[in-house]
């Protein structure tokens, strides 16, 4: 998954090697296991990459 680079340009690392994690899993067999396991890992993406939003005024 892309994300934008945080203000000092660069990506968060806990974040990098969750994306990093989304990636091998996509090399693995469809199943059951698998579905459980993006979903886990999208949920912890989207905590991660909410900490550089800003929020609007």
Same mark, same amino acid.
Do not use: C, F
């Given at each position: 998954? !892309?994300? +934008? %680079?945080? %203000?000092?340009?660069? =990506? %968060?690392?806990? /974040?990098?090697? =969750?994306?990093?994690?989304?990636?091998? /899993?996509?090399?693995? %067999? =469809?199943?059951?296991? #698998?579905?459980?396991?993006? #979903?886990? @890992? @999208? !949920? @912890?993406? +989207? /905590? /991660? +990459?909410?900490?550089? =939003?800003?929020?609007?005024?």
């Amino acid at each position: 998954m !892309s994300h +934008s %680079p945080g %203000p000092d340009g660069q =990506v %968060p690392h806990a /974040l990098d090697e =969750v994306n990093d994690r989304i990636r091998h /899993l996509m090399t693995e %067999p =469809v199943g059951t296991a #698998r579905a459980e396991e993006y #979903r886990r @890992l @999208l !949920s @912890l993406w +989207s /905590l /991660l +990459s909410r900490e550089d =939003v800003t929020k609007a005024a």
